[in-house]
């Protein structure tokens, strides 16, 4: 298993730089799998007022609550991964890239502490007797606004910033992936900013279709990104090592 995953597909050994897309590749189609079901595990949590009074099921919200954590650590390790191979191309925007990583893992980390907190309060409720519900209810509301808050700081503003314009650029530049591939990150960035924007100032609601529609192109940018990056690895580029180009 450990010899097969080292060589390519011809049966040759694989280089550093093969190894370095292939793992960048499989951690960003990690954050797709990790991320994904919570539009259903904390639907609950997030959508019914009541949950904290012990509506709904808090079984998927704990599996939730797993899932989130292992995709803050796919979105860090992301940058982490790429930094060494990018910043051949521009160390600069590669730490900015690698600072908006970490800058997201960081607001999902807080989303999830609300949503636990959220969790913790319910089984408090169940095992209790609480005379003031509203109390209850309102602290409950407080700890879901906290989490969009986090998710439209944290994944909404750094996708287009950092996996859209940041890496998009750096793609494009150093030639490591087809640059009309590239470009779509570059537009998806833009959009997914603009769309973000316009949900801060109350334009339309975050999960509403008009911000589905913006935020698409990222998200086929990214995707696209993983599934070249397992497959294909790199392109011949400058900044690889002699011995990959």
């Not at 509301?141 to 287009?160: E, I, M, W, Y």
Request: glycine residues 10%; contains cysteine.
């Amino acid at each position: 298993m450990g010899m097969a995953a080292t060589r390519s597909r011809n049966g040759m050994p694989m280089s550093a730089d093969r190894k370095t897309a292939l793992v960048a590749g499989l951690v960003f189609l990690a954050t797709f799998i990790f991320s994904i079901p919570q539009l259903a595990t904390f639907h609950d949590a997030l959508k019914n007022p009541r949950f904290i009074l012990g509506a709904g099921s808090d079984t998927a919200v704990v599996i939730g609550t797993f899932l989130e954590l292992l995709n803050v650590v796919a979105n860090v390790a992301t940058a982490i991964i790429f930094f060494p191979i990018l910043k051949r191309q521009s160390e600069r925007v590669s730490l900015g890239y690698v600072a908006s990583r970490i800058f997201e893992g960081v607001m999902i980390a807080i989303g999830l502490i609300s949503v636990m907190a959220l969790l913790m309060l319910r089984w408090h409720y169940e095992s209790s007797v609480v005379t003031d519900p509203g109390a209850l209810l309102m602290s409950g509301r407080s700890l879901v606004a906290v989490h969009d808050a986090t998710f439209l700081l944290g994944p909404a503003f750094c996708a287009g910033w950092g996996n859209g314009l940041m890496l998009g650029y750096l793609m494009f530049k150093s030639g490591l992936v087809p640059r009309r591939m590239a470009m779509i990150g570059l537009v998806g960035g833009s959009l997914a900013l603009v769309t973000a924007t316009a949900v801060l100032f109350g334009a339309w609601e975050q999960s509403s279709g008009i911000g589905f529609l913006f935020t698409f192109p990222e998200i086929v940018w990214e995707f696209s990104l993983s599934v070249y990056l397992v497959f294909w690895g790199f392109r011949p580029s400058p900044i690889l090592t002699p011995a990959t180009t």
